[in-house]
């Protein structure tokens, strides 16, 4: 017994003496300090919050229908009402589901691409886009640890996130003119141009979020002529396709030009927007190699990246998307719902800016109908959107970015008086 109790003496003195568990789990930590809020989720947060019977979120990056409600697609209940008892619940391989993938590369890279006859594509089903670029950001920061990456300014706040936790060197090209609320398009060309020749070039395919400003097809070739000059790597985030203009190969065009010239690509592809798969995270990534064999190569190292992040993607999510795009009849009707949908903003873009021609604002609007896709970046300054939330209950984020998904025939309005109040001259 003595001896026992001098052992655990010894112990003691060894180790120190014992801390009560809370007092330890405080000590490791007991530093960690609250993140900072999300831009885009503390608006929604203030919206809900918010008990005005007049409140309105144009905040949000979802797409409602007019009367401001969640959408579910038919083709997406008719694709679940087939899968519904017919599939089992195994794994998916590391890379994903081959169909979905197959899908996929058709919708980016065309029906008869002859880069996917040729096997020339790596591709792995990814967790939506943010995962598809992810896994690229990761993958560039193994195997070309000294390049870096050249992003738009503005651009979707979580790019910058993305690419700084990948711990790739991040640098900025200009993108946006805010006098003319367009593409600073000499701007953007003498970036590239002074860009260290080989460098990473982040390119939104269509309806750049948040300005939805876009270049011209003609503007396409120039950017694509100039990266070949310089042999720039383009990785295009397709966040948007079918969902900007409502025609899935026009949205696509920015990345067929740069196929037709004869550009090794990355693309991240998403079907939140376009299919309103927002919860189930369906996307890809794909990278154009050389040949077959690099392909293969390649898209065996993206597995070992996804396998220490998730192991394997999720598979609901994939068997709608397959199902959909490999059904001739449900990507009829996906197609024209689709359609639907793009067609809606586009009304509501019109619709807008019709409203504040009729109140009298000596402000040019025409931006608003000049931009494409789910955002329109307002031009309206902080403050001025301050005023919006505090005199009109209307939620949107402080760099003026206005979710058109969120404007409806019976609040539009409302919105037009409200913004005209805040922009029109003192």
């Known amino acids: ?75 997406v209940r008719e694709a679940e009402r087939r899968i519904a008892g017919s599939t089992n619940m195994e ?34 089903q990814t967790l939506s886009g943010t995962g598809a670029c992810r896994l690229f950001a990761d993958f560039q920061k193994r195997f070309l640890p000294d390049s ?63 300005t939805g400003v876009d270049p011209s097809e003609e503007q396409w070739r120039e950017i694509s002529h100039q990266f070949k000059l310089k042999n720039h790597f383009p990785f295009f985030d397709m966040a948007y396709q079918g969902f900007a203009s409502g025609d899935p190969e026009r949205d696509a065009k920015a990345i067929r030009i740069f196929l037709e010239d004869g550009h090794q ?12 798969l927002y919860g189930q995270r369906a996307g890809c990534l794909s990278i154009l190699c050389d040949d077959e064999m690099q392909a293969v190569a390649v898209k065996s190292q993206l597995q070992q990246i996804a396998r220490p992040m998730y192991s394997n993607p999720p598979l609901h999510g994939a068997l709608i998307v397959s199902t959909i795009l490999g059904d001739p009849a449900l990507k009829t009707l996906w197609l024209k719902e689709v359609k639907g949908m793009a067609d809606r903003i586009i009304g509501m ?22 931009q494409i896709g789910m955002f329109c970046y307002s031009g309206m300054t902080p403050e001025q959107v301050d005023r919006l939330t505090k005199e009109f209950h209307i939620y949107m984020t402080r760099n003026g970015r206005i979710s058109m998904a969120g404007v409806t025939t019976g609040n539009v309005a409302y919105l037009a008086n409200a913004i005209h109040e805040v922009t029109k001259p003192n």
């Open 265 to 276: 690509i990355g693309c991240a592809q998403s079907y939140a927007k376009n299919m309103g």
């Open 349 to 370: 873009r019109k619709s807008l800016k019709e409203n504040l021609e009729k109140l009298g604002s000596p402000l040019s609007w025409e931006h608003i109908t000049n």
């Open 148 to 210: 870096q990456i050249y992003i738009p300014t503005p651009t979707w706040a979580n790019h910058h996130n993305i690419w700084r936790d990948a711990q790739v060197p991040q640098r900025t090209f200009g993108y946006y003119h805010p006098d003319t609320k367009g593409l600073d398009f000499a701007g953007l060309m003498n970036d590239i141009k002074n860009a260290p020749d080989g460098s990473f070039f982040l390119l939104h395919a269509c309806a750049h979020n948040p």
């Open 91 to 124: 794994y998916l391989p590391m890379g994903g589901s081959v169909k979905m993938i197959d899908e996929s590369l058709k919708l980016a890279y065309g029906e008869d691409s002859e880069f996917i006859k040729d096997k020339r594509i790596a591709a792995v």
């Open 1 to 75: 017994m003595a001896m026992s109790r001098a052992a655990a003496a010894i112990r003691q003195r060894r180790s120190g003496p014992l801390l009560p568990a809370s007092r330890s789990m405080a000590s490791l930590f007991g530093h960690v300090e609250p993140a900072a809020k999300d831009p885009i989720l503390g608006v929604t947060e203030a919206f809900l919050a918010d008990p005005s019977p007049d409140k309105v979120n144009v905040g949000v990056g979802a797409y409602r229908d007019d009367s401001g409600k969640p959408v579910v697609l038919e083709c």
